[in-house]
């Protein structure tokens, strides 16, 4: 995993989204084929688009508090928040280019 996505977990989460103006969450499990496949591809865009947008990544399995709380029923699943609101959904792998549309749209 990169540098430009931090790990959160139900204790950081609330934290994080608050004190970030605009952000993206990966929500993931280890055992999800489609999540290790968009890992990559997120690694690259948290690096291009730092700048803008901060990504992140919570592991369900491990934090069914926040999964429960935003209703996350298929993985992976993305939401990008502004402060703590959410202002869009992303569900499943998404290869490079189409997910960037997508962020760009919601940005």
Known sequence: MSDNITVLTDATFSD??????LSLVDFWAP???????????????????KDRL???????D???????????RSI???????????????LGHKDKADLQAELEKLL
């Open 62 to 72: 491990e934090n069914g508090d926040t999964a429960t709380q935003f209703r996350i």
């Open 76 to 90: 992976p699943c993305l939401i990008v928040f502004r402060g703590e609101e959410e202002a869009g959904r992303i």
């Open 54 to 60: 901060k990504f992140a990544k919570i592991n369900v």
């Open 31 to 49: 055992w999800c084929g489609p999540c290790q496949a968009l890992a990559p591809v997120l690694d690259e865009l948290a690096g291009e688009m």
């Open 16 to 21: 994080f989204v608050q004190g970030t103006p």
